[in-house]
């Protein structure tokens, strides 16, 4: 299919297998009570975005799907598996297949880049040899577009390229779900936006389902299929960005106003 002259494109084709469900999921701190009952759906080839203000748990939420905290209550099915119900080595294998990005990108800063990206493979396909591990190297960094970085240092990286190591490195295991959390927080607009694209690419090379966490309404308007505002533990609204601009709700009109 050929690109749009704008080069952003949200995903055209959407499944009809529900891959993440969760249905009222409550996490509490102490008196603290972050989520509290929260439901969304995801479906095979969609990117819904969860929309929140800083604080109201959007970090929380993620790391609930993927098992880095324990929920209170409610259900966590990925990819037809019960995420809340599984053993270690289990939970372990889920975690390749559900990748996810942190706001901090989390590369290793005594690490170069090739040592960075080589990391995951080193850790879950302990059978690959050092050739096809290379090649997976290679092609993680031109599909981002830095294949020149490869014997750099995370410190000689702009944010702009650390993102998008962070992003090769996740999508390098071949994720068929990837979690963004907070994909474009610290980037100025044009990076932003590059971000975004890159993202959408790679979603439409590899046939990933997303859910995205932002509270930057630009991340909805160029790469949502789905809204969800996150407002006070549960899903307070839902729809696209187009339909949500045209709410009237007060949470809803806080975002879109502050534009
Ligand atoms: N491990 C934790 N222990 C205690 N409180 C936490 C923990 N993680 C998050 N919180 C609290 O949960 C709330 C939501 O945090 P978070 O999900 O990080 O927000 P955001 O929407 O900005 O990502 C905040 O009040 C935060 O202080
Ligand atoms: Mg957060």
Redesign the pocket.
């Known amino acids: 299919m050929e690109k749009p002259a704008h080069g952003i494109e949200r995903p055209l084709v959407i499944g009809e297998e529900v891959v993440v469900r969760i249905r009222g999921l409550k996490k509490a701190?102490g008196t603290?009570h972050?989520l509290r009952g929260f439901d969304m759906d995801l479906h095979q080839g969609e990117n819904v975005m969860v929309l929140?203000k800083?604080?109201?748990?959007?970090?929380?939420l993620i790391k609930c799907i993927i098992g880095l905290l324990e929920p209170d209550a409610g259900i966590v099915d990925v990819l037809g598996q019960d995420m809340l119900a599984l053993e270690h080595e289990a939970l372990d294998k889920m975690r390749v297949r559900i990748g996810f990005l942190f706001q901090s990108n989390a590369l290793y800063d005594s690490m170069t880049v090739r040592e960075n990206l080589e990391f995951p493979m080193r850790r879950h396909m302990v059978k690959m040899n050092t050739a096809e591990r290379q090649e997976r190297v290679m092609r993680a960094l031109a599909d981002v577009g830095l294949e020149h970085t490869v014997d750099l240092m995370p410190s000689e990286l702009s944010g702009g390229m650390r993102k998008r190591i962070g992003l090769a490195r996740t999508l390098i295991m071949r994720p068929e779900i990837v979690l963004y959390d907070e994909p474009t927080t610290g980037l100025d607009p044009i990076t932003s936006r590059e971000i975004v694209e890159l993202m959408l690419d790679l979603q439409r090379e590899y046939g990933t389902s997303s859910i995205l966490i932002s509270h930057d309404l630009n991340v909805a308007k160029l790469a949502a299929n789905q809204v969800i505002v996150l407002h006070e533990g549960t899903a307070h609204a839902q729809g696209t960005y187009e339909q949500l601009m045209h709410s009237t709700d007060p949470v809803v009109r806080r975002f879109f106003d502050s534009l």
């Open positions: 701190f603290n972050v929140g800083s604080g109201s748990g959007k970090s929380v």
